[in-house]
């Protein structure tokens, strides 16, 4: 567990993600992502405690191809500030196939600098 309580070390990368409360129906960035949730950067928030559904985009350049998976969360962050505007989410539906899919991810996602 590091300093901030956190039990998974989060990975700072960008990738698309899609997100509303039943439907994706707003797209943005994420911001950082682990196995146990994400980041999004946004300037639209949803309540604490608010469950919603998304869709981590994750485009594989080696093998050219793009590889959507859909997810359900719970918003448990929210950060409302000029300079970096989000939402932090915890994954809840966490199958093997949705786990292998976030390490997929994380293990690819390109640093940012």
């Known amino acids: 567990m590091n300093k901030e309580g ?3 070390i ?3 990368g960008f990738c698309r993600i899609a997100y509303g409360l039943t ?3 707003v797209s943005d960035l994420t911001q950082d992502i682990s196995q146990k949730g994400v980041f999004i950067r946004t300037p639209y928030f949803f309540d ?3 469950e919603m559904t998304m869709e981590l985009e994750y485009y594989n350049a080696e093998e050219k191809s793009l590889t959507t998976m859909r997810f359900k969360g719970k918003i448990v962050r929210l950060q409302n500030n000029i300079e970096d505007p989000g939402m932090g989410v ?3 539906d966490l ?3 949705r786990e292998a899919f976030l390490t997929k991810v994380i ?3 390109p640093k940012v600098e």
């Open 6 to 8: 956190r039990t998974q």
């Open 10 to 12: 989060r990975k700072p």
């Open 23 to 25: 439907e994706p129906i």
């Open 48 to 50: 604490l405690g608010t």
């Open 90 to 92: 915890e994954f809840i």
């Open 95 to 97: 199958d093997p196939e």
């Open 107 to 109: 293990a690819k996602i």
